[in-house]
């Protein structure tokens, strides 16, 4: 069974970077046809797609987020990382990572999860 | 990028049917078959129940079904359970620039 997990710093100061990484278990982040992305919901709101990374390491963005965001991929440690540049109050957040299918864009499987709080 | 446009709240009594809409444009819901629906439980990460407009994962109940007509696509819970309250969110693709887009999320209340 496959498992994500989300680690890292629950406390971002403003105006410094959140930086979360994803570990993949029970299966290969290498694995055709599928992607591995970043999707963020603000305290009592909707979801939102932050990004994706595909095994090749290609990326795609949210256009509204694109010029902070970088996705990037560890193969050697099946892990997949978020570095979100510049974060202010607005991006405090619970950030999940998860599995996406690339063929019909559905997401499969999900971390459970990681509360982000930008605050000084 | 604007969200897909979902009721804030829908209600039902045991045993009843609901349906949950989703309204996007041209660009995203009535151009591709590619929208999925997902239940998330508070403090839980969401839980893919339709993809591709219609079909359901392994695992999900059959009283889960989808639907599109034109510009929006819909959810129907059958035989409503308490089990079944809980946020949904629909999810459309939009094309190679623009990335996926979601719903802004459907609170669903069992009476």
């Known amino acids: 069974q496959l498992q994500l997990q989300e680690s890292g710093s629950g406390l971002v100061k403003p105006s410094q970077t959140l930086s979360l990484t994803c570990a993949v278990s029970?299966?290969?982040?290498?694995?055709?046809?599928?992607?591995w992305s970043w999707i963020r919901q603000p305290p009592g709101k909707g979801l939102e797609w932050i990004g994706y990374?595909?095994?090749?390491?290609?990326?795609s963005y949210n256009p509204s987020l694109k010029s902070r965001v970088t996705i990037s991929v560890d193969r050697s440690k099946n892990q997949f990382s978020l570095n979100l540049r510049s974060v202010t109050a607005a991006d405090t957040a619970v950030y999940y990572c998860?599995?996406?299918?690339?063929?019909?864009?559905?997401?499969?499987?999900w971390g459970q999860g990681t509360l982000v709080t930008v605050s000084s | 990028q604007s969200a897909l446009t979902q009721p804030a709240s829908v209600s039902g009594s045991p045993g009843q049917s609901i349906t949950i809409s989703c309204t996007g444009t041209?660009?995203?819901?009535?151009?591709?078959?590619?929208v999925s629906w997902y239940q998330q439980h508070p403090g839980k990460a969401p839980k893919l129940m339709i993809y591709?407009?219609?079909k359901r994962p392994s695992g999900v109940s059959n009283r889960f079904s989808g639907s599109k007509s034109g510009n929006t696509a819909s959810l129907t819970i059958s035989g409503l359970q308490a089990e079944d309250e809980a946020d949904y969110y629909c999810?459309?693709?939009?094309?190679?620039?623009?990335?996926?887009?979601f719903g802004g999320g459907t609170k669903v209340t069992v009476l």
């Open positions: 990374i595909y095994h090749s390491g290609s990326t």
């Open positions: 999810c459309s693709y939009a094309g190679s620039n623009t990335l996926e887009v």
């Open positions: 998860a599995r996406r299918d690339i063929y019909s864009n559905y997401l499969d499987y």
């Open positions: 029970g299966g290969s982040i290498s694995s055709g046809g599928y992607s």
């Open positions: 591709d407009v219609i």
């Open positions: 041209s660009s995203d819901v009535g151009s591709y078959n590619l």
